[in-house]
């Protein structure tokens, strides 16, 4: 049976187009949904033909009103979504929406977590001087970037490397396994444990 | 130019015994010192045909006694050793020893540092649930596992896999990365560089 996606993402979108490209099994990117009316993936979206659309998130910076949540689940909900992926979402999701979808939304991040949760995953990672950096898939629950963990992906840092040509790097493989992670979770394959700590 | 090498152990001494046999470049094992009169390294430095001695720690379990660390470093700088490598030494170093030889000692540990430092780091590992684990080869500095890191290799963690049959298969790599670290070091192509956090 068919799971529909939807794409949460503030930015370009790039693990957007990834998950329309890639192979998803029986997973299928129905829409994506943006809390930026200025987002580069709402053109992307345009240009690969899948429904696209703009939801208030309320008046806070990173996190979201607690009515304006509410609605977003609504209309997942109402959607028939069963499978949300954030991509590149720059908002805390702690409420209703991680209510509704527990266990059926994941995340991506450009680091081998539990290394370097948090923004600028890369930027740690070069700073602290790590030899092997990656991404992870993983379950979104309240932490941040502590969820169970679906898949992971390594990438070497060499002694050359700034910011972004690592970030890039890391990129390649993050659009690789994200659509493996879908992939499995939409044929049952992955498994929502919680994470002991 | 020769540099002389102390393994210091308190177990078993598998990477020491990889040190011996591995190619340390212009490094040389020459002595194995360990805090415990029973530790298996011993028989394994006389098969190896490694000089080995006991020194006495303190009455202390984790850490060294003031006035028996300062025995310690006094013995390390008297024999002209340049670099000291800890192999399973169970004992926490920070005072006389860690000034003597900072920038000069070295630990493995068998997690990708930062993520899980510590004991254990292979059952944290696996609790966490990650799917990449791996071994690192850092700098010693007054932290727990915090110094500045040399080398990393990594390993995929299986569906199947319970604490031994990952440990042994990070062990492995373990054997690989101290001598080659070792090595790079000797050969003045390790940096020695302060960690930012």
Not at 50 to 76: C, D, H, M, N, Q
Request: glycine share 10%; charged share 20%.
């Amino acid at each position: 049976m068919e799971t529909k996606i939807a794409v949460l993402a503030s930015g370009a979108g790039s693990n957007f187009k990834a998950l329309v490209e890639g192979d998803t099994g029986p997973g299928r990117v129905d829409i994506l949904l943006t809390d930026n009316e200025n987002a580069g993936a709402l053109e992307l979206a345009a240009e690969l033909g899948v429904e696209s659309k703009y939801l208030y998130p309320g008046k806070y910076r990173t996190r979201f009103g607690i009515k304006e949540e509410k609605i977003w689940a609504e209309f997942l909900l109402d959607r028939g979504v069963g499978l949300v992926c954030l991509a590149g979402l720059m908002r805390i999701i702690k409420g209703p929406l991680l209510d509704a979808f527990q266990g059926r939304m994941m995340n991506i991040h450009p680091s081998l977590l539990p290394a370097f949760p948090g923004l600028d995953a890369q930027g740690q990672a070069l700073n602290y001087g790590v030899k092997i950096a990656g991404c992870t898939v993983h379950y979104v629950d309240s932490g941040t970037d502590t969820g169970p963990i679906i898949l992971q992906n390594s990438v070497p840092v060499f002694e050359s490397d700034q910011r972004d040509s690592l970030a890039e790097r890391i990129l390649v493989k993050e659009h690789r396994i994200y659509s493996q992670a879908v992939k499995a979770h939409c044929l049952g394959r992955a498994v929502y444990s919680r994470v002991v700590r």
